[in-house]
């Protein structure tokens, strides 16, 4: 990649990310006219209309989308690899982008990163909170953190934490009222506090085993979460059967305040891993913050 491309790409990577010429000339430090003609020579080598312009605001057209997308590792890889070049103490330097989910970053990142970053003052730890699923490809992530059985395909992962499992919960005066379920299908009797995944239309199906099958139960009640907490917080006030690992539940059993149920068709399944994409540069730092990770919670 020549010179001149190389900064014709980054220019168009830079409008998409910042959704405008001005803030985009801002952090490359260049005029906006410049910016503008950079990216008319870029449109006129290639041949294709790259950004769509407007007098409010520019977005990418299909082909500028698939152009700074398949690019864009590469140029995080580039950047990565200089920052590393020009570090001038000896020191790990650079940034680390991590999507983790909510229980992830409870559990490992938490009480972790304050220390890591006294430790490593040079690296800045970019750290995205979610449930959702993403591509952590895609999104420009370096590292994820969540449970095994959403991994994504052809990752590296490394266990964090040992098997978990998820039970079924209620306030003793909700049991009181309802009467406690025997089996599973007993919960479509019961008001259950729903739960949707970030992204997803359906409402999650709760997760049983008997005899060694899996087996999935639509369950339906007044109120739907997207924060497992929340869906805590209503059962304890007794407004329904809430599902979530126990190790979570487990301090709201010990006082009293929440009864589990249908313990005996709660089984097993692969708890969190630090994971990242196989195919790709990783810089000293992302290796840095996954050894740190590792170091610390690897069972």
């Known amino acids: 990649m020549s010179d001149r491309y190389y900064s014709y790409l980054r220019a168009l990577r830079c409008i998409i990310d910042r959704g405008s010429f001005v803030a985009a000339a801002r952090e490359l430090r260049m005029s906006r006219s410049s910016l503008s003609e950079t990216i008319r020579r870029l449109e006129g080598d290639v041949g294709v209309q790259l950004l769509n ?5 520019v977005s990418p057209t299909p082909a500028g989308e698939r152009l700074a997308l398949r ?13 590393e070049a020009t570090a001038t103490s000896g020191e790990v330097a650079g940034t680390v982008r991590v999507h983790a989910q909510r229980l992830g970053y409870d559990l490992f990142l938490r009480s972790l990163l304050p220390k890591f970053v006294r430790r490593y003052p040079r690296i800045s730890v970019e750290v995205e909170i979610d449930d959702a699923g993403v591509d952590i490809v895609s999104e420009r992530f370096d590292v994820g953190i969540r449970l095994g059985e959403l ?9 964090l934490h040992r098997p978990v499992r998820q ?13 406690m379920p025997l089996h599973p299908r007993e919960l479509k009797d019961h008001l259950c ?3 949707r995944w970030p992204g997803h239309a359906a409402l999650y199906n709760w997760e049983f085993c008997e005899d060694g099958v899996w087996f999935s139960v639509p369950v339906s009640g007044p109120l739907t979460f997207n924060d497992q907490r929340a869906a805590l917080d209503a059962a304890v006030a007794g407004a329904g059967i809430a599902f979530w690992i126990e190790s979570e539940v487990q301090p709201l059993v010990a006082n009293g305040r929440l009864i589990p149920m249908l313990t ?7 708890g969190f891993s630090i994971f ?14 996954i050894d740190a990770v590792r170091g610390k919670w690897t069972p």
């Not at 690019?71 to 920052?83: D, K, P």
């Not at 991994?151 to 266990?159: E, G, N, P």
């Open 151 to 159: 991994l994504d395909q052809d990752v590296i992962a490394f266990t």
């Open 264 to 270: 005996r068709y709660s089984a097993s399944f692969p």
């Open 193 to 195: 506090i729903g739960f």
């Open 71 to 83: 690019f864009g590792s590469a140029f995080e890889e580039i950047q990565a690899a200089l920052r």
């Open 53 to 57: 312009r407007t007098t409010r605001s």
């Open 167 to 179: 039970v079924a919960v209620a306030a003793p005066a909700y049991l009181d009222r309802h009467g």
């Open 276 to 289: 990242y994409p196989p195919h790709r540069y990783r810089s000293t730092a992302a290796t840095t913050f």
